[in-house]
Nanobody, 113 residues
Framework: QVQLVESGGGLVQPGGSLRLSCAAS????????MGWYRQAPGKQRELVAM???????NVADSVKGRFTISRDNAKNTVYLQMNSLEPEDTAVYYC???????WGQGTQVTVSS
C-alpha cells in the first residue's frame, strides 16, 4: 500500500507559477511510475505528466514547455513545476503511483486575476 500526500496548490494570477509536491510513504519500493493528473469541473480526469523510476518523463501536449515533472528519490517526493499558468489550468491536481492504483487527496489550483 502506498500513501500519497499532495501540497502546493493555491490561487495564482495568469502567467504566474506554482510548484506542487507529492510525498509518498508506505510500500514505496513497489513504485515504478508516478504521475500528476488534473480534473476541471465538468471534465474528465486527464494525465498532465508522468515520471518513471529511471527519470524518464512524459508530459501532455497542453502543458509541454510550461510544466516540468521531477522526483527526489531521497525524499520519496515528486514535483510538478508549473510556469506560465493559464486560466485553463484551473483544476484539482492529483498524484498517482503505479503499479497499483494509489491516489492522493488532490490539491486545488486556481488561475485567475
Amino acid at each position: 500500500q502506498v500513501q500519497l500526500v499532495e501540497s502546493g496548490g493555491g490561487l495564482v494570477q495568469p502567467g504566474g507559477s506554482l510548484r506542487l509536491s507529492c510525498a509518498a510513504s508506505g510500500s514505496i519500493f513497489s513504485i515504478v511510475f508516478m504521475g500528476w493528473y488534473r480534473q476541471a469541473p465538468g471534465k474528465q480526469r486527464e494525465l498532465v505528466a508522468m515520471i518513471n523510476n529511471s527519470g524518464g518523463t512524459n508530459v501532455a501536449d497542453s502543458v509541454k514547455g510550461r510544466f516540468t515533472i521531477s522526483r527526489d528519490n531521497a525524499k520519496n517526493t515528486v514535483y510538478l513545476q508549473m510556469n506560465s499558468l493559464e486560466p485553463e489550468d484551473t483544476a484539482v491536481y492529483y498524484c498517482r503511483a503505479q503499479p497499483g492504483n494509489s491516489w492522493g487527496q488532490g490539491t486545488q489550483v486556481t488561475v485567475s486575476s
